[in-house]
């Protein structure tokens, strides 16, 4: 079993040309973001698009990191979906693939109430043999709010939190409400935030490609090296900028694939990079990410 916290890469799902799963890419992807020195991968989040995938693709997925980790670092299968068997069925994936943990975004769309949703993780809870992880992204979900966060980490079987929120006071009162839970920070431009804070680690898109940065950032910030972890956020938030303005998945491919690893576009609706794009981040990539 392996251990929590740390910087895992919230992995990207390659795709071929046709945008069928690039299963083929998989174990050299996984080394380049390994070598990078992060912990583990959130396999199947947001940064994997899993909201644009059938449950059947994301099993597959799932299966093929593990067979591609082998055993090196922490696996988190992202399995949230708006229906409770699809996340119940996609948790099986991840307990026969043998990660160490499975995290779920609430139920969105629907205006599912708080015992609706709570019903929901206690549902995964019971379902896997796994730990769960709750992915608090309350912007973009409904009713989950800190107080049904603390009546779930209360279960024993829910270990923690991956806290996308820019609010910091909350990530620090999740903490001191269940001090051995593992709090993961949601947002790479703020992840020095969120460690000061108290978090254990952080979860994120860029780890894909600048993971290296980051991991440093989170040395320094243990060793009490604070200015230089500031330098490296602040290093990173430029990259990160010019991410969000060309739009932030479409852009982690696009780096991936300067870095010599193809893994397709997005799916659509996500749109395609085009020539202006590239040299934006062809310039960014050589002024920061060398
Ligand atoms: C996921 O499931 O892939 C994540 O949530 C990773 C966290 C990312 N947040 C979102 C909303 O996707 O890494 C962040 C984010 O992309 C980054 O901070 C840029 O804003």
Not at 65 to 93: P, W
Not at 164 to 184: G, M, N, W
Not at 196 to 201: R, V, Y
Request: charge should be negative.
């Amino acid at each position: 079993a392996q251990t929590f916290g740390g910087i895992l890469s919230a992995l990207v799902t390659p795709y071929r040309a046709d945008f069928s799963l690039n299963e083929e890419i998989i174990p050299g992807l996984i080394d380049h973001e390994l070598a990078q020195g992060v912990a583990g991968f959130y396999v199947g989040g947001s940064t994997g698009e899993a909201f644009l995938q059938s449950p059947e693709e994301r099993g597959r997925l799932i299966a093929a990191v593990a067979r591609a980790a082998k055993g090196r670092g922490t696996l988190i299968a992202h399995v949230g979906t708006i229906a409770t068997e699809d996340t119940l069925r996609i948790a099986r994936s991840a307990a026969d693939a043998g990660f160490d943990a499975v995290s779920a975004i609430p139920p969105f769309y629907y205006d599912f109430s708080a015992a609706e949703l709570i019903a929901h993780y206690k549902a995964l809870a019971a379902a896997t043999p796994l730990p769960v992880v709750v992915y608090n992204f309350g912007g973009r979900t409904g009713k989950l709010g800190p107080n049904e966060i603390m009546q779930l980490l209360d279960d024993p079987r829910i270990i923690g939190i991956k806290h996308t929120s820019q609010d910091l006071f909350q990530l620090e009162r999740f903490k001191a409400h269940r001090p051995d839970a593992v709090v993961y920070n949601g947002y790479d431009e703020m992840c020095l935030g969120g460690l000061a804070m108290g978090a254990d680690g952080a979860i994120g898109t860029t780890y894909n490609f600048m993971g290296h940065l980051f991991v440093a950032l989170y040395k320094a910030f243990q060793e009490g090296r604070m200015a230089e972890a500031l330098a490296l956020q602040k290093r990173a938030n430029r990259v990160i900028e010019v991410l969000i303005d060309v739009g932030v998945f479409p852009a982690t491919k696009g780096f991936l694939k300067l870095q010599g690893f193809d893994c397709g576009e997005c799916r659509a609706p996500f749109r395609r990079l085009d020539a202006k794009d590239w040299q934006k981040l062809e310039a960014c990539a050589a002024e920061f990410l060398n």
